[in-house]
């Protein structure tokens, strides 16, 4: 079996998640939706009326069935892009998508002037704290969602930024972060989104393609997914 999870942008149209693979199942979690919105396919969901998977969505969780073009299926990527198919490359958009992790933390990507590489804890058990540096006003890729790895020689361990404004990060309280981290050195801080437009010029992985815009994939809001490609035929 083979699985792959992360996030994207949700970019309120159709869009391709080149996840490398043909997946046999699908689940999709509208992270910021407000009653949490599902979307689940996979390839035994062989009936007209869902041949692309359901929606649970609203107050009571109702599902939507999903026809032909209305929701998941799976892609076969090959495709050569062009500015025609591929019309945005900015960060958090694109119709063809794939798997970039890069450490945004240095002055020449997010951080404001110098490198960010430290984190101190401001009280003890709080999740709060800050950087030795601002992130950049100008930044575009660390925020909330961004993974951040601190610790020391000893040992390393991965964090979630829960926030942190643009401009900000070196005075006290000013990054909120998942769970509580003792301070310590950063050695790497990713972007919110785990996909993120492929290149024009590039040729496509597999993966999915996915067409619902409702409560799922809408614009501006984080996705969180999991593909996975099971053993039988």
Known sequence: MRKVSGTFNGTGAGVYICCGFLPDAVRIYGAEDAEAATLEWNRNMRAAEMVEGLIRHGTGQAPTLLTAGTGVRPYIGGDLLTSTLQTSVVYGEGVYQVRIQRDYRFADQDADSVDIN????????????????????????????????????????????????????????????????????????????????????????????????????????????????????
């Open 118 to 233: 430290e984190w101190t804890l401001d009280t003890a058990g709080s999740r709060s704290g800050k950087f030795n540096a601002d992130v950049a006003s100008t930044a575009v890729h660390i925020g909330e969602g961004s993974p951040i790895q601190i610790g020391d020689d000893q040992s390393k361990e991965w964090f979630i930024i829960e926030s942190v404004t643009a401009g900000q990060g070196k005075s006290d309280d000013e990054v909120v972060l998942n769970y509580a981290a003792p301070s310590g050195t950063v050695y790497a801080i990713r972007g919110m989104y785990d996909f993120n437009a492929l290149a024009v010029g590039r040729v496509t992985p597999a993966g999915f393609y996915l067409a619902t815009t409702t409560d799922i994939n809408v614009d501006g809001e984080m996705q969180c997914f999991e593909a996975e490609q099971w053993d039988n035929d």
